[in-house]
């Protein structure tokens, strides 16, 4: 069994930055998958970025420019550093671990940006 523990995220105006870290632990498979989906109110959870333990990212096209996701392997640990944030990033933010186990899903953290 995974268990993810998310840090990170609150309030902070447009265009500044943000982090969240998220911490794996339990039962991890050397080949895995942690990244980060976010879901605005009224609106279906999207993927934000992903990266796979062999170095392989995955972003949103919203994403891209803007967003980077980064691992400590050894460490279980995932890290989205965003940057340029508009009001349309507010979200909760989940962390998620994908391997051949399964799936585990973070409790999300609220991102908001205001005007």
């Known amino acids: 069994q995974v268990r993810l523990v998310e840090s990170g995220g609150g309030l902070v105006q447009t265009g500044g930055s943000l982090g969240l870290l998220c911490e794996a632990s339990g039962s991890i498979p050397s080949y895995n998958v942690m990244g980060w989906h976010r879901q605005a109110p009224g609106k279906q959870r999207e993927l934000v970025a992903s990266?796979?333990?062999?170095?392989?990212?995955n972003y949103a096209d919203f994403a891209k420019g803007r967003f980077r996701i980064s691992r400590d392997v050894a460490e279980n640990t995932v890290y989205l550093q965003m940057s340029s944030l508009k009001p349309e990033d507010t979200a909760v933010y989940y962390c998620?671990?994908?391997?051949?186990?399964?799936?585990?899903w973070g409790q999300g953290t609220q991102v908001t940006v205001s005007w």
């Open positions: 990266m796979a333990t062999g170095g392989n990212r």
């Open positions: 998620k671990f994908q391997s051949q186990l399964g799936e585990t």
